[in-house]
């Protein structure tokens, strides 16, 4: 069972917490808990790092933000303690995990199980810290931002889970954002391809690092939500399984599994660069060795002048630094003049069943241009089609889209 921040934020929150975690014990169930820090607490404590050294050392700073969640861990241990359910609180360095790469952003690599095992087979929740554990020097690492979800996949995996149950403020994945698109669904599967995709794309439920690694690992997980009466059991959430056991339970799915939106993009244009060869590496390099992620790439044929323009998208967060490397390498690349936007969205259509179906394209197309909505650039993978629109059309997108391949749930009127 993994807890996300909403769900440990403040001693009754956790309390309820406890209350599920002792439902699956008395039901039988070994188990083990992954919390993540309270809600904003990992913020405040970023924070403080950066007012004692701005420039601060990434192993002193794991040392401070790996605390979050080693209070929440501990406290959820005292609540199931006060109801009469034996639990203990494991640090990351205690079990061990172990990580590789850097501070701030490590890697899981080995989880030594043995002594965990016994303690939960003598009777005892496992309550571990997310987000955290420890380096070939002894030292605590960090996994980044949303690791708690990684965390809970890789420990899961250790130990043999049946599955991995991770419970957010939502009752589990749906075809679209339900605050956009009051008709949305519940999913009740979801494949791991699908969800990774939907989380690359801006769907938010779980970290795109855990889903891969479930997949990886075989571990199944269920989405759903923590937010219960006292005393109620959670409904059943969404499952995140292989597409083998998806077949296996002959379920009728639909050709487009769920639609996602992220206005987290800026679109930088080039224009008139003379076409050579090393002009794609002269431009694209610098922001790779700068991590930044580039995604959707547009390209015009070459004119009869020779000249060739170049479109591509970045994180907003990462727009300036992006025009800084681009602008400094200018003289090479040769290009005349660099504009952006950062009033720009991406909308995505995700499924497996487009796979094995034509037309899904054009379906997509003939809906947006219904509504004379613009695309300013196209990217398709296997199962996904994203397209790059005026920003302001975005929430008027998901809505026609979601109409278009029939995700709608039953109710009378229509979708505007």
């Known amino acids: 069972m993994k807890f996300g921040g909403t769900s440990m934020a403040g001693t009754e929150r956790i309390r309820t917490v406890a209350g599920l975690v002792k439902r699956e014990v008395d039901a039988g169930n070994e188990v083990a808990v992954v919390v993540s820090a309270m809600a904003g607490e990992t913020d405040r404590l970023v924070n403080f790092c950066r007012e004692a050294a701005p420039d601060f050392d990434p192993a002193e700073y794991d040392v401070v933000v790996a605390t979050g969640e080693q209070v929440t861990a501990g406290l959820l241990a005292l609540c199931l303690h006060g109801m009469g359910t034996p639990a203990r609180s494991w640090l990351g360095w205690q079990i061990p995990i172990g990580t590789t790469g850097r501070h701030a952003r490590a890697r899981i690599g080995t989880i030594e199980t043995d002594a965990l095992a016994a303690s939960l087979a003598a009777g005892t929740v496992a309550v571990v810290p997310g987000f955290q554990g420890r380096m070939d020097d002894g030292r605590v690492s960090t996994l980044g931002r949303g690791g708690s979800d990684t965390s809970a996949v890789a420990l899961a995996a ?6 991995c149950d991770i419970y957010t403020d939502v009752a589990g994945v749906y075809t679209t954002d339900p605050r956009i698109v009051a008709r949305a669904r519940k999913l009740d599967y979801v494949t791991y391809e699908e969800m990774l995709e939907l989380a690359s794309v801006g769907a938010k439920v779980l970290q795109t690092r855990s889903v891969g690694l479930a997949m990886k690992m ?199």
């Open 158 to 163: 250790a130990i043999g889970a049946e599955r």
């Open 218 to 416: 075989g571990v199944r997980i269920q989405v759903l939500t923590s937010f219960v009466e006292h005393g109620m059991a959670p409904t059943r959430g969404t499952m995140i399984v292989g597409e083998a056991e998806i077949r296996e339970l002959a379920m009728e799915r639909h050709l487009i599994t769920g639609i996602a939106h992220d206005k987290n993009e800026a679109l930088i244009m080039l224009i008139d660069i003379p076409e050579r060869a090393g002009n794609m590496t002269d431009i694209f390099r610098p922001l790779a060795e700068a991590q930044i992620d580039v995604d959707m790439i547009v390209q015009t044929p070459t004119r009869g002048d020779g000249l060739i323009d170049l479109m591509f998208t970045v994180p907003r967060g990462d727009l300036a630094q992006a025009i800084e490397l681009v602008e400094a390498n200018r003289d090479k690349v040769g290009y005349d003049r660099m504009t952006h936007n950062i009033k720009v969205a991406k909308v995505s259509i995700v499924g497996v069943g487009m796979k094995s179906h034509a037309g899904v394209a054009n379906t997509m197309f003939d809906a947006l241009a219904a509504r004379g909505i613009e695309l300013l650039a196209i990217a398709t993978s296997e199962i996904k089609i994203s397209v790059l629109i005026e920003e302001d059309y975005t929430e008027l997108a998901v809505r026609v889209l979601h109409t278009a391949y029939g995700l709608d749930a039953a109710t009378e009127g229509t979708d505007s």
